[in-house]
């Protein structure tokens, strides 16, 4: 199993340009999310799937789209990147969408935008 | 709102030293407890968890009680290791939250030879 997977590795931006953040995951996995982790913050919470065709908001959204059109794959869409977007990236998975399942994660997506 | 409050690092110890990484939350309901760590360059990736009161999570070493009372949940190790230099994350999970996570800020560990 390859686990986790997320391409690219690295990507710098200009301001106002658009682009998409890969993951996959080869478990079989019902849930999946998106993290991002600043500097002193912690990791946030911006979009999550409970299942295929099924997407929902986190606690920071705002400049950010998903879809889950399968359950192996779940693209973070940034439809005009800002600055404030710089950041690493987590893709995440779990079994089930549940409060005592372990989520695995990704190696990360460093982005930074000009 | 739902909140988990850890220590302040970096952390820099010396190798074969007590190892203690406090983490208190505030949640509604039960909810379950995490330590995830990140090795430098490197995912998160799960140390321990438990998912009700005092249950004792515990791998590679490093144990956590589940502590409802104080609401805490403590990482400790007896004795660290150099190879245990990494960033450590506590979370929780609410029950209704199907599974996402709420961490707290980190705390970086650096062990000395």
Same mark, same amino acid.
Request: glycine fraction near 10%.
């Given at each position: 199993?390859?686990?986790?997977?997320?391409?690219?590795?690295?990507?710098?931006?200009?301001?106002?340009?658009?682009?998409?953040?890969?993951?996959?995951?080869?478990?079989?996995?019902?849930?999946?999310?998106?993290?991002?982790?600043?500097?002193?913050?912690?990791?946030?919470?911006?979009?999550?799937?409970?299942?295929?065709?099924?997407?929902?908001?986190?606690?920071?959204?705002?400049?950010?789209?998903?879809?889950?059109?399968?359950?192996?794959?779940?693209?973070?869409?940034?439809?005009?990147?800002?600055?404030?977007?710089?950041?690493?990236?987590?893709?995440?998975?779990?079994?089930?969408?549940?409060?005592?399942?372990?989520?695995?994660?990704?190696?990360?997506?460093?982005?930074?935008?000009? | 709102?739902?909140?988990?409050?850890?220590?302040?690092?970096?952390?820099?110890?010396?190798?074969?030293?007590?190892?203690?990484?406090?983490?208190?939350?505030?949640?509604?309901?039960?909810? @379950?407890?995490?330590?995830?760590?990140?090795?430098?360059?490197? !995912?998160? $990736?799960?140390? %321990?968890?438990?998912? +009700?009161?005092?249950?004792?999570?515990?791998?590679?070493?490093?144990?956590?009680?589940?502590?409802?009372?104080?609401?805490?949940?403590?990482?400790?190790?007896?004795?660290?290791?150099?190879?245990? @230099?990494?960033?450590?994350?506590?979370?929780?999970?609410?029950? !209704?939250? $199907?599974?996402? %996570?709420?961490?707290? +800020?980190?705390?970086?560990?650096?062990?000395?030879?």
């Amino acid at each position: 199993n390859a686990g986790v997977t997320q391409t690219p590795k690295f990507q710098v931006l200009k301001t106002g340009q658009s682009m998409t953040l890969q993951c996959a995951q080869d478990m079989n996995h019902e849930y999946m999310s998106w993290y991002r982790q600043d500097p002193g913050m912690g990791l946030r919470l911006i979009h999550y799937s409970v299942g295929a065709g099924i997407t929902d908001q986190g606690e920071v959204p705002n400049g950010y789209n998903v879809s889950r059109s399968t359950t192996e794959d779940f693209p973070l869409r940034l439809l005009s990147a800002a600055p404030s977007q710089t950041s690493v990236y987590f893709c995440a998975s779990g079994r089930a969408p549940s409060r005592t399942d372990t989520q695995y994660f990704g190696p990360g997506t460093r982005l930074t935008v000009l | 709102g739902d909140s988990v409050t850890q220590m302040e690092g970096p952390v820099t110890l010396s190798e074969e030293a007590f190892l203690t990484i406090n983490c208190t939350y505030t949640a509604t309901g039960y909810p @379950s407890l995490f330590w995830y760590v990140q090795y430098p360059g490197e !995912g998160l $990736q799960l140390l %321990l968890k438990a998912t +009700k009161a005092d249950d004792k999570g515990s791998n590679k070493g490093f144990e956590a009680t589940y502590r409802k009372e104080t609401t805490s949940f403590h990482l400790e190790k007896g004795s660290v290791q150099v190879s245990d @230099s990494a960033v450590y994350f506590c979370a929780l999970a609410i029950r !209704g939250s $199907q599974g996402n %996570l709420i961490f707290g +800020k980190g705390t970086k560990l650096s062990v000395k030879p």
